[in-house]
C-alpha cells in the first residue's frame, strides 16, 4: 500500500526534454549534419539548402561591411602625401631619402629633408605660426612626441680575416646577425653617463620589435637618440652624432622613426625610415608606412560599425554552436569535408579578430594617456601599427575566404554544378600534376640563381628567382638582361624554361581540366533531371504569377495544344508557333519552350517528345 501512496514519477519527462532541445536544435541549427535525416527528397534538401544560403549571405554582408567600413582611400593619398615629403624630397644637393648610397648621403638627408618634413613652424609667407599650432606637418598633422634614430652595430672583427691579408688588413666586421650584434658602449661613451646613443639598450627596454629590411631581420635594440620638439635642438644633435662618428664600419642600420595623426580623417602613420649598411660598403634605404585607424568609434558611421561588428559576434556565436553540434552527429568524418575544415579556419580567423580589435581598443587608450603625460618622450607605436596591419591583412583574407564559402551553396543550375563537379573530380590528377610542375619550376629557379644570380637583380635570390620565372610565364621578362650577363646560357636558360614550362606543362594543366570537364559534362547529360536550387527559385516565381492568376494561365495554354487536334501528330515548330501566337504567347517563351524539349534538334515535336513537355507541364502545374 504504501507504494500506492508515493506520487507517480513521469519517466517520459527527461526524454521529452531531451527531444525538446533536439527539436529546437533542429530549428535553429537544420543543416545536412544536424538533421541526421538521410532519407528525405532532393526538394527538402534544396530548401535547407537555400534557407543555410540566405542566412549565410546575411552574414556576409555585415563581414563586408565591418571590412569596408575600416578601409578608405584617405589611406592611400594619407601613405602618399608623408611618402612624397619624406622619401622623394631633396636636399640642395640633391639626395633624397630613397637615392641614399653612402653615410655621407645619410647625414644630408637628415640635416635637410628629415627636420625640413618634421619641423613646420612658418607658414608659407615666413610668418612664424601661432605657439599650439606648432609641431604639426603641412600644418594638418600632428607630430606625437619626437622622432628617434636608433643604430644596430656589429662587433670589432665579428668575422676572420683571411691570413694572406692578415698582415695589412686588421679589422673585420661581419653582416648582420643577432649573434654579432655589438652591445657594448662605443664612440663618445662615458663611464657612468646614461647616453642612450652611444649605450645598448635591449628589444624590452626599448619596447621595440624585430624589422624585416632589405638585407636582414633586425632586433628591436639597438643605440638610440630621440630629438627635439624644436628644430634647431633637433639639428644639433643630429650634428653632434655626425662628428662624433656615430655612424662607424660596425654599423649596419640606422632606423628613423616616428608618427604623425591627423584629426581631420582620424588616421594614424606609422612611420619606420631604415638605411642598411651591408659589409660590402655603401646603403641601401628602404621604408614603412602604416597607415592605420587606431582609434574607433567616433562618428555616426563608427557607431553604425560598432552595432555591424555586435551583430558579426553573433553570427561566430551561432557557428561555432552548429560546428559543435555537427561534431558531435556525425564525429572526426566532419573534418573530412573542405567546407566544414574551411568553416573552422574562418571561425578562427574571425576569433583573432575580435581579440585584437578588443586590444587594440585597449592598449591605444593607455598608448595616448602616456603621451600626454611626457609630450617630449618618443611616441612608441611601432609595434601598435605593425599589429594592426597584421589585423588588416587577417580581415582581408577572412573576407576573401568567406567569399569562397558562397561556393558550397552555389547549385543554381547546371552550369555551377559542372564547374564545381570538374575541379573537384580532377583534383587528384591536378595535385600530381602540381608535384610535377614545381619539380621542374624549383629546377629552372635553382638554376637562373646560380647563372645570374650576381648580375641580374631578378635573379639576386632565390625568392627573387622564384617569382622572376612566374613572371615569365605570363610574359613580363626582361630578355636582354640575361643576354648581356650570359650571352650563351642566357638565351638557352630562356628558351628551355619557355618550352618546357609554358608550352608543355602549361598546356598539360589546361588538358586535364578539360579533359574532365568533358567527362563531366557527359555524364550529367546521362543524368534524370534533379531537383536543384534553380528550381525552387523558379517554383517560388511561378507561384508569385499563380497568385495573379498569370502562370497558371500559361501552363494551362500549353497543355491545351498538347492535348488538342494536334494530339498524337507530329508537330513542326511552324504549327508550335502558330497555335501559340494565336493565344497571346510571347514568340520568345515558344522558342525556348520548343528547343529544350526538341530533343533531336529536327525542329519536329515527334510523340515521345511531346509526353515528355506533357508529363513536364502537369509536373509544374502540381507544383504552383
Not at 585 to 602: A, R, S, Y
Amino acid at each position: 500500500m504504501a507504494d500506492l501512496d508515493e506520487p507517480e514519477v513521469d519517466k517520459g519527462a527527461p526524454e521529452r526534454s531531451r527531444g525538446g532541445c533536439a527539436k529546437i536544435i533542429g530549428i535553429i541549427w537544420n543543416t545536412k549534419h544536424t538533421s541526421g535525416d538521410l532519407g528525405e527528397d532532393q526538394e527538402q534538401i534544396v530548401k535547407r539548402t537555400f534557407r543555410e544560403l540566405i542566412i549565410y549571405l546575411i552574414f556576409l554582408i555585415v563581414v563586408c561591411i565591418i571590412a569596408f567600413g575600416m578601409a578608405s582611400t584617405n589611406m592611400f593619398y594619407y601613405t602618399k602625401v608623408m611618402m612624397d615629403l619624406f622619401i622623394e624630397a631633396e636636399s640642395d644637393d640633391g639626395v633624397s631619402f630613397r637615392s641614399i648610397t653612402s653615410v655621407n648621403d645619410f647625414w644630408k638627408f637628415t640635416k635637410g629633408p628629415l627636420l625640413d618634413g618634421l619641423y613646420w613652424d612658418k607658414w608659407y609667407n615666413n610668418k612664424a605660426l601661432p605657439q599650439n599650432t606648432e609641431g604639426y606637418i603641412y600644418y594638418e598633422n600632428k607630430l606625437l612626441g619626437v622622432p628617434r634614430l636608433r643604430q644596430l652595430r656589429v662587433s670589432t672583427n665579428s668575422c676572420k680575416v683571411n691570413e694572406e691579408f692578415s698582415s695589412f688588413i686588421t679589422d673585420c666586421y661581419s653582416m648582420y646577425s643577432r649573434d654579432q650584434e655589438s652591445t657594448e658602449p662605443f664612440g663618445d661613451y662615458v663611464k657612468g653617463s646614461n647616453d642612450s646613443a652611444w649605450m645598448h639598450k635591449s628589444e624590452e627596454e626599448l619596447g621595440g620589435f624585430k624589422y624585416w629590411g632589405k638585407i636582414h631581420l633586425y632586433s628591436g635594440g639597438g643605440y638610440t637618440r630621440d630629438l627635439a620638439l624644436k628644430r634647431t635642438e633637433s639639428a644639433q644633435m643630429i650634428d653632434e652624432l655626425e662628428d662624433k662618428l656615430w655612424i662607424q664600419r660596425g654599423s649596419r642600420a640606422v632606423f628613423i622613426s616616428f608618427t604623425v595623426y591627423n584629426a581631420n580623417i582620424n588616421l594614424f602613420c606609422v612611420i619606420m625610415l631604415l638605411v642598411e649598411f651591408p659589409a660590402t660598403g655603401g646603403a641601401q634605404p628602404s621604408w614603412s608606412f602604416n597607415t592605420v585607424k587606431l582609434i574607433r568609434y567616433v562618428d555616426d558611421f563608427d557607431s553604425f560599425i560598432m552595432g555591424c561588428e555586435v551583430v558579426f559576434c553573433v553570427f561566430i556565436l551561432y557557428y561555432i554552436f552548429e560546428e559543435i553540434i555537427e561534431v558531435f552527429a556525425i564525429g572526426l568524418k566532419y573534418f573530412m569535408d573542405f567546407w566544414n575544415v574551411l568553416d573552422v579556419v574562418l571561425i578562427a580567423m574571425a576569433l583573432v579578430c575580435i581579440a585584437f580589435n578588443v586590444h587594440r581598443t585597449l592598449t591605444i587608450g593607455q598608448k595616448l594617456e602616456d603621451l600626454l603625460q611626457d609630450p617630449i618622450a618618443y611616441a612608441n607605436f611601432e609595434s601598435l601599427g605593425f599589429w594592426e596591419m597584421r589585423f588588416n591583412n587577417m580581415v582581408a583574407i577572412t573576407v576573401f575566404f568567406a567569399w569562397v564559402k558562397v561556393f558550397k551553396y552555389i547549385s543554381f543550375n547546371k552550369t555551377m554544378t559542372q564547374l564545381s563537379t570538374t575541379l573537384s573530380r580532377c583534383a587528384k590528377d591536378l595535385l600530381g600534376f602540381f608535384i610535377m610542375f614545381f619539380i621542374v619550376f624549383l629546377a629552372f629557379t635553382q638554376l637562373g640563381y646560380l647563372l645570374f644570380g650576381t648580375q641580374v637583380n631578378d635573379f639576386s635570390t632565390f625568392m627573387n628567382s622564384f617569382f622572376t620565372l612566374f613572371r615569365i610565364v605570363l610574359g613580363d621578362f626582361d630578355f636582354h638582361q640575361l643576354e648581356q650577363a650570359n650571352r650563351i646560357l642566357g638565351p638557352i636558360f630562356f628558351m628551355l624554361f619557355v618550352f618546357f614550362v609554358f608550352f608543355v606543362l602549361i598546356n598539360m594543366f589546361l588538358a586535364i581540366i578539360n579533359d574532365t570537364y568533358s567527362e563531366v559534362k557527359s555524364d550529367m547529360a546521362k543524368q534524370t533531371d534533379v531537383f536543384i536550387m534553380s528550381d525552387y527559385i523558379k517554383q517560388g516565381y511561378a507561384k508569385f504569377w499563380d497568385k495573379i492568376g498569370f502562370r497558371r494561365e500559361k501552363l494551362e495554354g500549353y497543355e491545351q495544344i498538347l492535348t488538342g487536334d494536334l494530339a498524337g501528330k507530329k508537330m513542326n515548330v511552324t504549327e508550335w508557333k502558330e497555335e501559340l501566337v494565336k493565344n497571346g504567347f510571347d514568340e520568345g517563351d515558344i522558342e525556348e519552350v520548343f528547343t529544350k524539349f526538341d530533343v533531336d534538334g529536327d525542329r519536329i515535336l515527334d510523340v515521345a517528345e511531346q509526353k515528355q513537355l506533357l508529363d513536364e507541364l502537369q509536373r509544374l502545374q502540381v507544383r504552383v
